[in-house]
């Protein structure tokens, strides 16, 4: 009898680990936020793999933007302010406290700046793109890019991005967007605003000379943007 | 001769309106209990919240980016666009000015406060059969929202389908108002899993085949939904969901977290996790989980089906380990962290091997994240594979997966594939 029971207890001893090797995934692997959101680097790039140099170049860079820029873009999408429906299926189901730190993981994220291709525009559209983006165009009541992007256009916390190393037709999309209705933002929505004052000449200029424009070494945000801004964006409210 | 012509004529005549007269679905009025049982109490509003929240009223009365059950989300179907209706208590544009009684009309008989007939897009071939004291707290509950002033966008059907009278001889086919009867030789948990499953959760909606008139069959074999374009897989057949062969716990662990180690939910169900069955008691969950399970099985057909071509097979293998592999791993069983699950298992996945491959391509083609859930909060992505992959890539990894580690199913072209690449979202 304790035969029985002993043949039995090791049978079972070796039968034990395949049958949960059959019920359980047994392959672990490392609990990293790196790893869950593997699904937006596989675009939008990571350090250990930078967005390839071939391929759409359409994917914004999203590493080292504000936190807060990001979390208000995975909201929109995900409330339809936005409508890209590759992004739209990536945070439909998402909640907000996952997605903010989905997007201060990215915002501390470094990633080596882009090789741009610089754009092909004649000289005199390019100087026009680099007036608008540093000085804005008063007649059209434009204001500077770089009056609420930063002095050096690496954006200013908490919610304005920068706008060095963004592929052009990215840039010409949103302009587009934005010009439609189909990209929005919390009221007042000033983007939308700045883009239905300009014409597609002065849009083509601004993102051929911002596409066009080395992304500094440094591209961390400013801390903080030169108030009172130029006009007013719900994204980026100002201080009382 | 004329005379008997004309008698059987007319008595056919009668006969046929004796039949609409007995088949008509007539109002079927219960009252409430009590004034007490729709009264704004805590208890009431509580239950009626849980209520809402089982029913995932919230998804089709909620437009994207919308206030919740405000409505105006558009449900696509092959007659035209219905727009779901504004329910916060509103009296003018919303649900404001109805009484219990006339919730309960539109719940039980879908019939609406001024008589209209509703479309059955508003699921209430299912909601018939909520009690008379559910529904009464969920009126109590939707009593509690905030009001808001949003009309409702009138329907974008098509002539015929646009006419009541057309409505009306729909129901007279489809529709038996009634509440669900409990079966006594079964247990209170299955009666209340079947209560849930065909009542308020409405699984039958998606997971039951519709016929061309748009009714739902009565059991629930799956079927492709219509316009979305996703497969709502069976309940009842182990070769689809396959949960009669699930172990009861880990069908509980999928519906209230939306993760399990035989899979992961996505498409549309993602969204009756996320908003809904998370939200469920374990006791809510396991009573589902017993009822499913207890659905007589439907054999495994027999496929033809030949086996795919040895070079897609290659490519497809291929393709899988340089992709796939590191989290699905390269023997298909998926990966967990902690002994929680991170990436479902491919291999034994019902999920991928149904005779209608939509959801494995959809899958591939555009990653997403399963629901963040209490139990599941950060749940672990898959990236789309539409940027990176051409049509005949994806349909060869989608074969490699539909037919590697003892998975069987026929094989995916490239065009299978195109047609799911430019899909709208709503």
């Given at each position: 009898?304790?035969?029985?029971v002993?043949?039995?207890?090791?049978?079972?001893a070796?039968?034990?680990?395949?049958?949960?090797?059959?019920?359980?995934?047994?392959r672990?692997?490392?609990d990293?936020?790196?790893?869950?959101?593997a699904?937006?680097?596989?675009?939008?790039?990571?350090?250990?793999?930078p967005p390839?140099?071939?391929?759409?170049?359409y994917?914004?860079?999203?590493?080292?933007?504000?936190?807060?820029?990001?979390v208000?873009?995975?909201?929109?999408?995900?409330?339809g302010?936005?409508?890209?429906p590759?992004?739209?299926?990536?945070v439909?189901?998402?909640?907000?406290?996952?997605?903010?730190?989905?997007?201060?993981?990215?915002?501390?994220?470094?990633?080596?700046?882009?090789?741009?291709?610089?754009?092909?525009?004649?000289?005199?559209?390019?100087e026009?793109?680099?007036?608008?983006?540093?000085?804005?165009?008063?007649?059209?009541?434009?204001?500077?890019?770089?009056?609420?992007h930063?002095q050096?256009?690496?954006?200013?916390?908490?919610?304005?991005?920068?706008?060095?190393?963004?592929?052009?037709?990215?840039?010409n999309?949103?302009f587009?967007?934005?010009?439609?209705g189909?990209r929005?933002?919390?009221a007042p929505d000033c983007?939308?605003?700045v883009?239905?004052?300009?014409?597609?000449?002065d849009?083509?200029?601004?993102?051929?000379?911002?596409?066009?424009?080395?992304?500094?070494?440094d591209?961390?945000?400013?801390?903080?943007v030169?108030?009172p801004?130029?006009?007013?964006?719900?994204?980026q409210?100002?201080?009382? | 001769?004329?005379r008997i012509?004309?008698?059987?004529?007319?008595?056919?005549?009668?006969?046929?309106?004796?039949?609409?007269?007995?088949?008509?679905?007539?109002?079927?009025?219960?009252?409430?209990?009590?004034?007490?049982?729709?009264?704004?109490?805590?208890?009431?509003?509580?239950r009626?919240?849980?209520?809402?929240?089982?029913?995932?009223?919230?998804?089709?009365h909620?437009?994207?980016?919308?206030?919740?059950?405000?409505?105006?989300?558009?449900?696509a179907?092959?007659?035209?666009?219905?727009?779901?209706?504004?329910?916060?208590?509103?009296?003018?544009?919303g649900?404001?000015?109805?009484?219990?009684?006339?919730f309960?009309?539109?719940?039980?008989?879908?019939?609406?406060?001024?008589?209209?007939?509703?479309?059955?897009?508003?699921?209430?071939?299912?909601?018939?059969?909520?009690?008379r004291?559910?529904?009464d707290?969920?009126?109590?509950?939707?009593?509690?929202?905030?009001?808001?002033?949003?009309?409702?966008?009138?329907?974008?059907l098509r002539?015929?389908?646009d006419?009541?009278?057309?409505?009306?001889?729909?129901?007279?086919?489809?529709?038996?108002?009634?509440?669900?009867?409990?079966?006594?030789?079964?247990?209170?948990?299955?009666n209340?899993?079947?209560?849930?499953?065909?009542?308020?959760?409405?699984c039958?909606?998606?997971h039951?085949?519709r016929n061309?008139?748009?009714a739902?069959?009565?059991?629930?074999?799956?079927g492709?939904?219509?316009?979305?374009?996703?497969y709502?897989?069976?309940l009842?057949?182990?070769?689809?969901?396959?949960?009669?062969?699930?172990?009861?716990?880990?069908?509980?662990?999928?519906l209230?977290?939306?993760?399990?180690p035989?899979g992961?939910?996505?498409?549309?169900?993602a969204e009756?996790?996320?908003?809904?069955?998370?939200?469920l008691t374990?006791?809510?969950a396991?009573?589902?989980?017993?009822?499913?399970?207890?659905l007589?099985?439907?054999?495994?057909?027999?496929?033809?089906?030949?086996?795919?071509?040895?070079?897609v097979?290659?490519?497809?293998?291929?393709?899988?380990?340089?992709?796939?592999?590191?989290?699905?791993?390269?023997?298909?069983?998926?990966?967990?962290?902690?002994?929680?699950p991170?990436?479902?298992?491919?291999a034994?996945?019902?999920?991928l091997?149904?005779?209608?491959?939509?959801?494995?391509?959809?899958i591939?083609?555009?990653?997403?994240?399963?629901?963040a859930?209490?139990?599941?909060?950060?749940p672990?992505g898959m990236?789309?594979?539409?940027?990176?992959?051409?049509?005949?890539?994806?349909?060869?990894?989608?074969?490699?997966?539909r037919?590697s580690?003892?998975?069987?199913?026929?094989?995916?072209?490239?065009?299978?594939?195109?047609?799911w690449?430019?899909?709208?979202i709503?």
């Amino acid at each position: 009898m304790p035969a029985t029971v002993l043949r039995c207890s090791l049978l079972c001893a070796a039968l034990l680990p395949a049958l949960s090797a059959l019920a359980q995934p047994e392959r672990g692997v490392p609990d990293t936020l790196a790893r869950r959101v593997a699904a937006c680097t596989a675009c939008h790039g990571s350090p250990s793999a930078p967005p390839p140099s071939t391929g759409p170049g359409y994917y914004p860079r999203i590493a080292g933007k504000p936190a807060g820029y990001l979390v208000n873009q995975l909201q929109n999408f995900r409330a339809g302010r936005r409508q890209y429906p590759l992004m739209t299926y990536m945070v439909e189901h998402l909640s907000d406290d996952y997605l903010r730190e989905i997007a201060t993981y990215f915002s501390t994220q470094h990633l080596p700046a882009p090789v741009l291709a610089r754009a092909s525009l004649p000289a005199g559209q390019m100087e026009r793109g680099r007036e608008l983006v540093m000085h804005g165009d008063p007649a059209l009541k434009v204001p500077a890019c770089i009056a609420c992007h930063g002095q050096r256009l690496t954006g200013a916390l908490p919610a304005i991005p920068g706008l060095l190393g963004l592929p052009r037709d990215y840039i010409n999309a949103q302009f587009g967007a934005w010009r439609n209705g189909t990209r929005r933002a919390h009221a007042p929505d000033c983007m939308a605003t700045v883009a239905g004052r300009l014409s597609l000449a002065d849009v083509t200029a601004i993102s051929g000379w911002l596409a066009s424009e080395p992304l500094p070494d440094d591209a961390t945000p400013a801390p903080d943007v030169t108030h009172p801004m130029p006009l007013a964006c719900g994204s980026q409210p100002e201080r009382p | 001769m004329k005379r008997i012509v004309f008698g059987a004529l007319a008595a056919l005549v009668l006969l046929a309106l004796a039949a609409v007269l007995i088949a008509w679905p007539r109002a079927d009025f219960i009252p409430a209990r009590s004034p007490q049982a729709w009264a704004g109490t805590p208890a009431n509003i509580a239950r009626g919240a849980y209520l809402a929240r089982a029913g995932d009223c919230m998804a089709c009365h909620t437009a994207r980016g919308g206030t919740p059950y405000a409505g105006g989300r558009a449900l696509a179907t092959p007659f035209g666009t219905v727009y779901a209706s504004n329910i916060t208590p509103d009296a003018t544009t919303g649900i404001g000015a109805w009484t219990a009684d006339d919730f309960w009309h539109a719940l039980h008989d879908g019939v609406s406060r001024d008589g209209r007939l509703l479309y059955p897009a508003f699921p209430y071939t299912n909601t018939t059969k909520v009690t008379r004291d559910d529904a009464d707290a969920l009126y109590a509950y939707l009593r509690t929202l905030a009001p808001v002033r949003e009309a409702n966008r009138p329907h974008a059907l098509r002539f015929p389908y646009d006419q009541q009278i057309v409505l009306a001889g729909w129901r007279l086919l489809y529709f038996k108002p009634g509440v669900y009867a409990p079966q006594p030789a079964r247990s209170a948990a299955w009666n209340r899993g079947a209560y849930l499953v065909e009542g308020l959760g409405h699984c039958g909606a998606c997971h039951s085949p519709r016929n061309g008139l748009g009714a739902t069959g009565s059991r629930l074999s799956g079927g492709r939904i219509p316009i979305v374009g996703w497969y709502a897989p069976a309940l009842d057949a182990d070769h689809e969901a396959g949960l009669g062969n699930w172990e009861e716990a880990h069908i509980v662990q999928l519906l209230r977290t939306g993760v399990a180690p035989r899979g992961a939910v996505f498409g549309p169900m993602a969204e009756v996790v996320g908003h809904s069955l998370q939200y469920l008691t374990d006791d809510d969950a396991g009573a589902m989980a017993a009822y499913l399970k207890s659905l007589p099985p439907e054999p495994s057909p027999r496929r033809p089906g030949a086996a795919p071509l040895d070079d897609v097979m290659k490519a497809g293998r291929t393709l899988y380990e340089h992709h796939c592999a590191d989290c699905h791993g390269a023997d298909g069983r998926g990966t967990s962290v902690a002994g929680h699950p991170a990436y479902p298992p491919l291999a034994g996945n019902g999920a991928l091997t149904m005779a209608d491959p939509v959801n494995a391509i959809r899958i591939v083609l555009n990653g997403g994240f399963p629901p963040a859930t209490g139990g599941n909060p950060r749940p672990f992505g898959m990236p789309p594979y539409s940027p990176v992959l051409d049509d005949a890539e994806v349909a060869a990894v989608v074969t490699y997966v539909r037919n590697s580690w003892g998975n069987t199913a026929p094989a995916v072209t490239p065009p299978d594939v195109n047609r799911w690449r430019a899909v709208p979202i709503d």
